[in-house]
């Protein structure tokens, strides 16, 4: 795949600090990407680095192999879409008003934007004036300005930050949308379990270095995370059911006839058909993995010293 976005080795400072630390990370057509990690681990940063706003002290930044701070950088830009954290606009506009204002400065037409009003759910409010929009409605105003002329490249940076459930929801549906059109999304969040089922890939970010990057799959791998299973026994087997597993398999919890196993990652496949052919002593199996809150501290424990 040919990455549409990318960092090379990028490293950024401040007077001495180092906010982004020799990072190297592609984003391809087609996909969904978390950028995760807390407070100061470097996320703004590199989503400012993309916009042109700030320039590398070291490394490079592409959109589509040009430099979005050098002499082309306008250029590069025209292909993001950008939804900060909190959208602000000025309240003496109307919706309509500001959508026709952001869509000159993009040199896109204004016929466009009633439709994007539509889409994102405010077309009622497009003669209102932003100051009497509530947070929900300003972020989906938001939205509306960051999809005019159809970007490849969308910026979401905690897109559903203080939204009600339904809103939620909408914000992910149109990412869906967008992802099956083709374009690139990157959203920054700290919403891991909320955002975990809706990504194709995460970045996990700490202190200014990625810790690592890749599916859900591939850094359960790389955290070397064991499966979860959880076996419920036929009345009074549980026992039974104990006694037939390998050694490598640790009962972590029992609650009467039902068994919290773990296991590492290539023996769950032999674990699982060892079940299986226990027969009646097994009623049930159910397997869980990891999941991105769980990898998250699982990779930034490995680098965090022991308290």
Not at 15 to 42: F, I, K, P, W
Not at 161 to 181: C, Q
């Amino acid at each position: 795949m040919t990455a549409v976005a990318q960092w090379e080795e990028v490293t950024r400072r401040y007077r001495g600090v180092t906010a982004v630390d020799r990072v190297s990370l592609a984003l391809e057509a087609g996909q969904v990407t978390a950028l995760v990690g807390h407070n100061g681990a470097g996320k703004t940063t590199l989503i400012k680095l993309l916009l042109g706003l700030v320039r590398p002290t070291a490394g490079r930044v592409r959109i589509g192999g040009v430099d979005p701070g050098g002499r082309r950088g306008a250029q590069a830009r025209r292909a993001i879409g950008f939804l900060p954290e909190s959208v602000a606009f000025h309240g003496a506009m109307t919706g309509r008003e500001l959508m026709d204002f952001h869509a000159r400065l993009k040199g896109r037409p204004l016929r466009d934007n009633a439709a994007l009003l539509a889409r994102v759910g405010i077309a009622h409010a497009a003669e209102r004036r932003v100051a009497t929009y509530s947070k929900g409605m300003r972020q989906r105003l938001g939205l509306a300005q960051a999809l005019i002329g159809a970007p490849r490249l969308m910026l979401f940076d905690e897109p559903t930050s203080g939204l009600d459930p339904a809103s939620r929801n909408d914000v992910y549906r149109t990412i869906d949308a967008l992802r099956a059109d083709g374009a690139t999304v990157l959203i920054s969040t700290h919403a891991l379990a909320e955002v975990q089922d809706r990504v194709d890939r995460a970045a996990i970010m700490h202190r200014g270095r990625l810790l690592a990057a890749g599916t859900l799959h591939e850094l359960r791998h790389r955290a070397a995370v064991a499966a979860r299973i959880r076996v419920r026994a036929a009345a009074g087997a549980a026992d039974r059911v104990l006694a037939g597993l390998p050694p490598e398999v640790r009962c972590r919890e029992r609650d009467g006839d039902v068994l919290t196993l773990e296991v590492d990652a290539d023996a769950k496949m032999p674990t699982l058909r060892r079940l299986a052919a226990a027969g009646a002593p097994v009623a049930d199996v159910e397997v869980g993995a990891a999941g991105l809150q769980e990898l998250y501290d699982r990779l930034i424990a490995t680098v965090e010293p022991a308290v």
